[in-house]
């Protein structure tokens, strides 16, 4: 998707309003730090730092539509618990979201707590009753999935297997006369009737069909026969990296491929996947434009920590990215740096940070930049401005302008991130990334590194790297303009 159709789709989004249907969770995920095996078992002791409380299940499809610039309201079932007043407070603060919940006090909110370290996950522990609304409960999801449903654009239905997505619930969200799009986990898709989109992923479709689903043949044969097994008008199914493909009833299947990305945690990137459809096609986007939205949506998901929603001006920075060559993509500004270093920091990687003009590149640098890389995980480059080299070095100073340097930079591949900066010196920079390892050459001293003191205070170090000798920028523009011998 181009990104002048990508804008104008996002302003079209602005106030669209849809419904969202389904199995309400509350997902908990307490943080912390793994040093040491538990003396009572061989298991790992966690040491608890912080706790984050979201949204999940069919909240996390609602807050995603929120996200985008949608209103949504949303029904599903809660305990009378403290989850379930935890889940009244989370959809209280959040712009966009309506909730219609109806309480049930037979059953627990369903709470799924995941205990995180160094960016993976060490174990889950769920608390639910998966076991369908009968009587007084499924009547008044009835009647709300009525109220709300009548005159809708668009129902979501995020069914989990929980007990919301009842048959009666179902008919009543298919006789509202809107768009209905299941989001399923059940083996039969039969029972949905005579909706208009299931969308299950690649496993799940595997699952409801006995049948393989790893290349378009298998998948195109799958789809053939979960369109047989049921009623619904067509079936989209999620594929991970190798995009989404399209099985609508009468036609041939379509594949719409999809872009490698770097996946830091998949849960609920088919919630983002379910609220950017529905969402596009609410604000009349025709199928195969909503369905590129979603999976540029979903992609933008995979890379955050947790069950993440995805921001309209994410989804502009992606666009702009995936246009880009990859140097280009590692030219970025102050925030950009800071939101990427986020996201390496959730997966526990280290980040090294130097800087300096690079004006003309020359072997020193490549080792200088080679070595520094050597001690982190991932490298940002402070790059100075064409009037903070000339403050630095003088007139006739920098020799290549901004632009040629920062893309020489940027195709090195011990380089991660180039930032420009305009300051005499990097020390907004570096408190705005926070490095472990702080860099400079060793014709520096640890106590002349601009930075270190500050790096050193919040348990960071300071390493001066092997400086070549006879390479210099200096030296080679000395080179260049001595006169020719007559």
């Not at 959809?91 to 709470?111: A, Q």
């Not at 006995?210 to 594929?239: D, M, Q």
């Not at 205070?457 to 303009?481: F, H, K, N, P």
């Amino acid at each position: 998707m181009d990104l002048s159709t990508l804008q104008q789709l996002l302003t079209r989004l602005s106030g669209a309003r849809i419904v969202c249907v389904g199995d309400l969770m509350v997902d908990r995920f307490v943080y912390g730090e793994v040093t040491r095996v538990s003396p009572e078992a061989p298991i790992p002791v966690l040491a608890r730092d912080r706790e984050l409380v979201m949204l999940g299940g069919a909240g996390n499809v609602a807050r995603n539509v929120a996200a985008l610039g949608g209103d949504v309201a949303l029904v599903g079932l809660v305990g009378g618990d403290s989850e379930g007043h935890e889940a009244l407070r989370l959809i209280g603060d959040k712009t966009g979201i309506e909730g219609f919940l109806v309480t049930d006090p037979g059953r627990p909110t369903t709470l799924k707590t995941r205990f995180v370290s160094g960016g993976q996950q060490l174990l889950r522990v769920d608390l639910e009753a998966s076991i369908p609304a009968v009587g007084e409960v499924e009547q008044r999801l009835v009647r709300t999935v009525r109220d709300l449903a009548a005159g809708a654009g668009v129902v979501l239905i995020s069914d989990y297997g929980k007990g919301v997505v009842t048959d009666a619930v179902i008919a009543a969200c298919r006789e509202a006369g809107g768009l209905v799009i299941v989001d399923s986990k059940a083996r039969s898709f039969l029972r949905y009737g005579e909706v208009d989109v299931i969308k299950p992923n690649a496993g799940e479709l595997a699952y409801a069909t006995g049948l393989p689903t790893s290349t378009n043949p298998e998948i195109e044969a799958a789809l053939a026969h979960a369109l047989s097994l049921c009623e619904a008008k067509a079936i989209l199914v999620t594929r991970a990296a190798k995009g989404i493909s399209l099985a609508v009833r009468g036609q041939p299947v379509r594949h719409f491929p999809g872009v490698p990305r770097d996946v830091f945690d998949a849960s609920g990137a088919g919630d983002t996947t379910i609220a950017a459809l529905g969402l596009a096609l609410a604000a009349g986007t025709p199928m195969d434009q909503a369905i590129e939205f979603a999976m540029l949506a979903s992609g933008v998901a995979v890379g955050k920590a947790g069950t993440a929603t995805v921001l309209p001006e994410e989804l502009i920075e992606a666009s702009l990215t995936a246009h880009m060559a990859p140097a280009e993509g590692k030219i970025v500004t102050p925030q950009r740096m800071a939101d990427e270093i986020a996201r390496w920091r959730a997966k526990g990687l280290r980040v090294g940070f130097t800087n300096g003009c690079f004006d003309i590149l020359h072997r020193g640098h490549v080792t200088y930049l080679n070595q520094a890389r050597s001690w982190c995980d991932r490298l940002v480059v402070g790059l100075n401005s064409d009037r903070s080299v000339k403050a630095l070095k003088g007139e006739g100073r920098p020799v290549n302008d901004l632009e040629g340097r920062a893309m020489v930079l940027a195709g090195l591949g011990a380089v991660d991130l180039v930032v420009p900066f305009d300051e005499d010196t990097p020390i907004k920079l570096i408190e705005a990334a926070k490095p472990e390892i702080l860099i400079k050459g060793s014709d520096y001293s640890e106590d002349q590194v601009v930075g270190g003191d500050l790096v050193k205070s919040w348990g960071g170090e300071v390493r001066l790297a092997q400086i070549v000798d006879g390479y210099s920028t200096t030296a080679a523009i000395a080179r260049m303009t001595a006169k020719e011998p007559t």
